[in-house]
């Protein structure tokens, strides 16, 4: 009998380690979309056509208007949290701040990532945002592969 709940408890165990290996996909997609506009956007500063304080003070928000901040990218890339929505932040936008908004969004077994590049300030109690372009991310879910595929990135108008 002792033999037979040592057993179910080492199968338990197991079953237990291998639901603890998911990661979320979805993510993962982001971060690598926020990872390939990052690379494309350091290009136009080595060439010249942004200029290098453009990092320097770059913001990552939410469809929402709030922090991206559970995600890795941000954080290895140095990109800040912003939420438009508190007090504290239109003392930082006052003189203007680049940011980075995220808006992600699911079709069929097509996961698209817009980054849009915004310049925004904030006066006489207005937020006041300038597009700029961004990126747009679509990630394909292969059946047969059982996994999210890059499909294509687009640079434009957003």
């Known amino acids: 009998m002792k033999k037979w709940i040592v057993l179910l408890l080492i199968l338990m165990v197991g079953l237990k380690a291998k639901g603890q290996d998911y990661t979320d996909e979805i993510k993962l997609m982001t971060d690598s979309a926020i ?4 690379a494309e956007m350091r290009k136009y500063v080595d060439k010249k056509l942004l200029k290098t304080a453009y990092f320097d003070n770059l ?5 929402y208007n709030e922090p991206l901040d559970y995600l890795r990218a941000p954080v290895r890339l140095n990109l800040k949290r912003l939420n438009l929505s508190d007090r504290k932040s239109k003392k930082i936008v006052g003189k203007g701040v680049n940011v980075w908004k995220v ?3 699911l079709k069929n077994d ?3 990532i817009v980054i849009i590049d915004l310049y925004v300030t904030y006066k006489k109690s207005v937020y006041n945002l300038s597009n700029g372009g961004g990126l747009e991310v679509i990630f394909q879910y292969s059946h047969g592969e059982n996994r999210w595929l890059l499909l294509s990135t687009k640079r434009g108008s957003v």
């Open 35 to 38: 990872s390939i506009n990052y």
């Open 59 to 63: 913001f990552i928000i939410n469809e």
């Open 103 to 105: 808006i992600t969004s």
């Open 110 to 112: 097509k996961f698209y």
